[in-house]
């Protein structure tokens, strides 16, 4: 997996790409997200128009992101999800949790409200 970071007015966004399915992605995405933190963000928009497969250890690597964002009083919100991965968050009842636009000015304008 490869993951490119940008901040888009205060939001940090990650574009992912690949698969996210655990093994090394799992370490290289809590970086990317400790760094995040590290760096005073709090507001982390994920793109994952070029992921294709997610497992549950992919699942489990987005909660965790997602916690940590929320210990530090932030949030974490995904972008262009896949309809595979969309079906996978509905069966797990995370899409409960996730806030998932399909939109990149609706998602950013989003952390505002």
Same mark, same amino acid.
């Given at each position: 997996m490869k993951i490119d970071k940008q901040i888009r007015d205060d939001v940090v966004v990650l574009s992912l790409s690949g698969d996210l399915t655990g093994g090394p992605d799992a370490? +290289? %995405?809590h970086d990317t997200i400790k760094q995040v933190i590290a760096e005073g963000h709090d507001k /982390? +928009? /994920?793109?994952m128009g070029k992921v294709y497969i997610v497992n549950s250890t992919g699942l489990g690597i987005l909660i965790a992101a997602l916690t940590s964002m929320k210990n530090v009083g932030g949030s974490l919100k995904l972008l262009n999800v896949s309809k595979r991965v969309e079906s996978l968050l509905m069966v797990t009842k995370l899409s409960l949790i996730f806030?998932? %636009?399909?939109n990149m000015?609706?998602?950013l304008a989003s952390f505002s409200t």
């Open positions: 370490g +290289l %995405f /982390v +928009l /994920v793109d806030d998932s %636009f399909n000015e609706k998602a």
